[in-house]
């Protein structure tokens, strides 16, 4: 069954400590994307990957950091300079050609600060 | 600058009562225009994709059109399990393969 897995469902973050959400895709898409959402607004970019080994940063990724070592995997870590993590994050991933450039998204992770 | 804005913000509907969303757009080069469902605490779920003026796409009770500076998303005879946020999100030339999202318009069907 394909798709896009995310882990865990919940994370709670400590002050000062760094956190990994996890993004797995079976879909053998190209681009993969991390986003963040926030009550009332729309989706922000966070970073986003067209290939393997390399990746842009979003509009808001400051104080975040992602690796593509792998084609099926781009995880996210929240730093401790990011200070105000607690929001809703989305992982999506396209086949990466502009003509049917869908994306399509994971079930998401609430992290939340303790 | 380059924005993507829906209204209303918020939609209460008696089931049965026909309505329509819109999704407001300020971007050079459109690309494509993307709907999406999302239910609380999930992501999002694709229905549509609009590539030009004048193009339509109906999915059972969903029907989405798009003109060169909006796209509306009318809901036909809804029922409860419709109720949802609805994002729309566009793609155009500035912003390669990326996209900008609307805020959404939550969506609330009552029985």
């Known amino acids: 069954d394909g798709g896009i897995t995310q882990s865990p469902k919940y994370l709670f973050r400590k002050e000062g400590q760094n956190v990994t959400l996890s993004c797995e895709q079976n879909l053998n898409h190209d681009a993969m994307y991390w986003y963040r959402q926030d009550p009332g607004q729309g989706l922000r970019l966070i970073y986003y990957?067209?290939?393997?080994?390399?990746?842009q940063k979003g509009d808001i990724a400051e104080g975040y950091s992602v690796s593509r070592e792998k084609k099926e995997s781009f995880p996210l870590t929240v730093t401790s300079a990011q200070k105000n993590p607690t929001a809703f994050y989305l992982c999506?991933?396209?086949?990466?050609?502009?003509?049917?450039?869908?994306?399509?998204f994971g079930a998401g992770t609430r992290l939340s600060v303790l | 600058e380059d924005q993507v804005t829906q209204s209303p913000e918020a939609l209460r509907l008696q089931e049965g009562e026909s309505s329509s969303l819109n999704c407001s757009y300020t971007v050079s080069g459109l690309r494509g225009l993307f709907w999406y469902r999302q239910d609380p605490g999930k992501g999002p779920e694709f229905l549509f994709t609009l590539y030009s003026a004048g193009e339509e796409k109906e999915k059972e009770r969903l029907k989405a059109t798009l003109t060169k500076k909006e796209s509306f998303l009318h809901i036909t005879a809804p029922k409860p399990e419709d109720s949802a946020t609805y994002l729309c999100a566009v793609q155009a030339r500035n912003y390669g393969q990326n996209f900008v999202f609307g805020p959404g318009t939550r969506l609330s069907v009552l029985p």
């Open positions: 999506a991933s396209s086949i990466g050609r502009l003509a049917k450039n869908i994306q399509y």
């Open positions: 990957s067209q290939i393997v080994n390399d990746f």
